[in-house]
């Protein structure tokens, strides 16, 4: 249990064109989900928290018009980078939080595989 | 400010044990977790501790002292596969993970 997908798993985009990323919790409700970018040798470094109905809470440095995150439902969260650039070619991984009272007490979160980003 | 420190890099031989220390310091803690990533690949969940002592999983165990702001990820019986980059978090007052820059394992035959 607690599987989450990302998709495109992979996407290759020209400069200044959009890219959508997807993100499913595929057999728990995912009440929080979270947006990791992580370059090269680096740890990951959150860019948002969403919850389910809510507008994204982005961290410091990261720009909300570019890098939209929309989380309609309680197994879907989506990442829109928008304008992409160069330097916007990254690992972008999310990671979901199980709302069901089983999982509650750890607050584990469960990654999706990544999506690695190329603008060219 | 809310650091987590831990070793950039450790090598270690097949068959040996090694650990992989971690130091926290966050506002508030709801407790310390510990993932392994290989290249290109996301984080895959080790071990949570939010008590002190020590939590064994097979070849695997944490030890956590809350008091000290420390933990440690031990290893045993490496093996070739164990070659991976070990990820420390720290879990805040809020439920955030601060998250350190990890530590990538390197395993000799």
């Known amino acids: 249990g607690a599987v989450v997908s990302q998709h495109p798993s992979w996407v290759i985009c020209k400069s200044g064109t959009s890219v959508k990323i997807e993100c499913r919790s595929l057999?728990?409700?995912?009440?929080?989900m979270f947006w990791y970018r992580q370059f090269p040798k680096q740890s990951l470094m959150l860019m948002a928290t969403?919850?389910?109905?809510?507008?994204?809470?982005?961290e410091q440095g990261v720009e909300k018009d570019k890098f939209l995150i929309n989380h309609a439902s309680l197994t879907l969260s989506t990442l829109t980078v928008t304008s992409a650039h160069p330097e916007d070619s990254s690992f972008y991984i999310c990671?979901?939080?199980?709302?069901?009272?089983?999982?509650?007490?750890?607050?584990?979160?469960?990654f999706g595989p990544g999506t690695r980003l190329t603008v060219t | 400010g809310q650091n987590i420190d831990q070793p950039t890099e450790m090598t270690a031989t097949e068959g040996a044990i090694v650990q992989i220390n971690c130091t926290y310091q966050?506002?508030?803690?709801?407790?310390l977790f510990w993932y392994q990533q290989h290249a290109g690949e996301a984080p895959t969940f080790l071990s949570y501790?939010?008590l002190d002592g020590l939590e064994e999983k097979g070849r695997f165990s944490s030890f956590l002292s809350r008091s000290k702001g420390y933990s440690y990820l031990l290893l045993k019986e490496l093996q070739m596969k164990d070659s991976a980059s070990y990820l420390c978090?720290?879990?805040?007052?809020?439920?955030?993970?601060?998250w350190g820059a990890g530590t990538k394992l390197i395993i000799k035959p």
């Open positions: 057999d728990f409700q995912a009440t929080t």
């Open positions: 501790n939010v």
């Open positions: 978090a720290a879990m805040d007052s809020n439920y955030q993970l601060i």
């Open positions: 969403s919850n389910e109905g809510s507008k994204a809470t982005y």
């Open positions: 990671s979901a939080r199980d709302g069901t009272s089983g999982r509650r007490l750890t607050y584990e979160q469960y």
């Open positions: 966050t506002s508030g803690f709801n407790g």
